[in-house]
């Protein structure tokens, strides 16, 4: 089956930096995006940033220029998807989830398990303390 495997979240200042990661594996497409949402304590969905498989980005308004995502397609990387975040605001707390279809798109409204999406990471939690 597919399973997506995310690591890198925890707790820091604003202003801080951290660095998610994501492993898919056994994903039935190569021409599947990678992403990741985000659903704080009000617990709307927000999209983040997905990268396709190749290489287009997408951003959130709210965190463009300072998030940035990467994406290693080689065979032995077996999907893995980076989302390196800087000066990070403590709206930015949430849990992050990664996320891979052939397509991601934004959740109008509601939570992260509303989303057209079929395959899902755990979630890791980001807390950004003020």
């Known amino acids: 089956g597919v399973k997506l495997v995310e690591s890198g979240g925890g707790s820091v200042q604003a202003g801080g930096s951290l660095r998610l990661s994501c492993t898919a594996s056994?994903?039935?497409?190569?021409?599947?995006?990678m992403g990741w949402y985000r659903q704080g304590p009000d617990k709307q969905c927000e999209l983040v940033s997905t990268?396709?498989?190749?290489?287009?980005?997408?951003?959130?308004d709210s965190v463009k220029g300072r998030f940035t995502i990467s994406r290693n397609n080689a065979y032995n990387a077996k999907n893995t998807v980076f989302l390196q975040m800087n000066s990070l605001k403590p709206e930015g707390t949430a849990v992050y989830f990664c996320?891979?279809?052939?397509?991601?798109?934004?959740?109008?409204?509601?939570?992260?398990?509303?989303?057209?999406?079929?395959?899902w990471g755990q979630g890791t939690q980001v807390t950004v303390s003020s």
């Open positions: 056994g994903l039935p497409s190569d021409d599947s995006t």
């Open positions: 996320a891979a279809d052939k397509f991601l798109d934004r959740v109008p409204d509601g939570e992260c398990w509303t989303a057209d999406v079929h395959y």
């Open positions: 990268v396709s498989s190749d290489g287009n980005t997408y951003y959130a």
